[in-house]
């Protein structure tokens, strides 16, 4: 029985270790990120910006490509309009 409880301990303590490491591995990693972005505010800024436009330019062409849409320009407000009903509604009954 002493056998086994020693390698029981020895178990724990390889565990222990291990999980030690992992929280100051996510630490280290967190403040490398919050760093990076505390000396370069204005490059995370403009990523972000054109991260935003592209996917706005991209939702325009897409939109552009349905010839409904682009005989008809005032059922995009419609749908844009609806699907930002929906989404509120959905927001508030799962919050």
């Given at each position: 029985m002493s056998k086994i409880s020693?390698?029981?301990?020895l178990v724990e303590a390889e565990i222990r270790k291990l999980e030690?490491?992992?929280g100051s591995l996510?630490?280290?990693?967190k403040k490398l990120r919050d760093?990076?972005?505390?000396?370069?505010p204005v490059v995370f800024m403009l990523l972000s910006?054109?991260?935003?436009?592209?996917?706005l330019y991209g939702f325009e062409k897409v939109?552009?490509?349905v010839g409904f849409f682009a005989s008809h320009p005032e059922m995009i407000l419609v749908v844009g309009l609806v699907t930002l009903a929906f989404t509120g509604t959905l927001y508030?009954?799962?919050?």
């Open positions: 020693e390698q029981t301990q030690d490491m992992g996510s630490g280290k990693a760093s990076a972005f505390t000396r370069f910006t054109f991260g935003l436009v592209a996917t939109i552009d490509e508030r009954k799962l919050n």
